[in-house]
């Protein structure tokens, strides 16, 4: 039993041949020098475009933030002035509406004004124009009448018209003593 003993400390699973360790230790070795040589720079170089991407991304988004604000503040800034600018517009405009209104209130006036006066003149003219019509009328009318009342002809002009003129004088008094009358 102590033989089986001695044969099974040697063939114990647990431990290791010292051969297989060497050759277990130096394939370890070599799997990881090649591993460091050759697989960690790339790893290292993609962590490290990663971590430029990242920053770089956080420095450009930052970038950009600070442009995006000084174009905001620019265009608020474009914004109010055009509304001053707007409002200013506006400002003149009304003036102006006022200020031809008011021309054209004046204009209005003036042209009533010269519509009224050349009425008024046309009326006087028309006035003068049916009087005279309306004396000559009245008085041939009357010299007729005379001249079959007396029975002789009042063709003298001279005469004709100083009778008219009596007696259109005397229609013009009656009327104007009946109308103070009233």
Do not use: W
């Amino acid at each position: 039993m102590l033989k089986f003993m001695a044969e099974g400390a040697a063939q114990n699973p647990l431990i290791p041949d010292t051969a297989e360790l060497i050759i277990g230790l130096l394939c370890f070795f070599i799997v990881f020098g090649v591993l460091g040589k050759k697989l960690l720079p790339n790893i290292q170089k993609t962590l490290d475009e990663r971590h430029d991407a990242i920053e770089g991304g956080l420095e450009r988004a930052e970038k950009a933030q600070a442009e995006a604000n000084r174009t905001l503040e620019e265009y608020k800034a474009q914004l109010a002035e055009a509304r001053h600018e707007a409002a200013r517009i506006t400002e003149h405009a009304r003036e102006q509406g006022a200020v031809i209104i008011a021309e054209m209130k004046e204009e209005g006036q003036r042209q009533r004004e010269a519509i009224i006066t050349a009425g008024h003149a046309q009326i006087e003219a028309d006035r003068r124009q049916v009087t005279t019509a309306l004396r000559q009328d009245v008085g041939r009318i009357a010299t007729d009448l005379a001249g079959r009342v007396v029975g002789e002809s009042l063709e003298d002009s001279a005469r004709q018209s100083r009778i008219i003129d009596r007696f259109l004088d005397e229609l013009d008094a009656k009327a104007a003593e009946s109308a103070g009358a009233k």
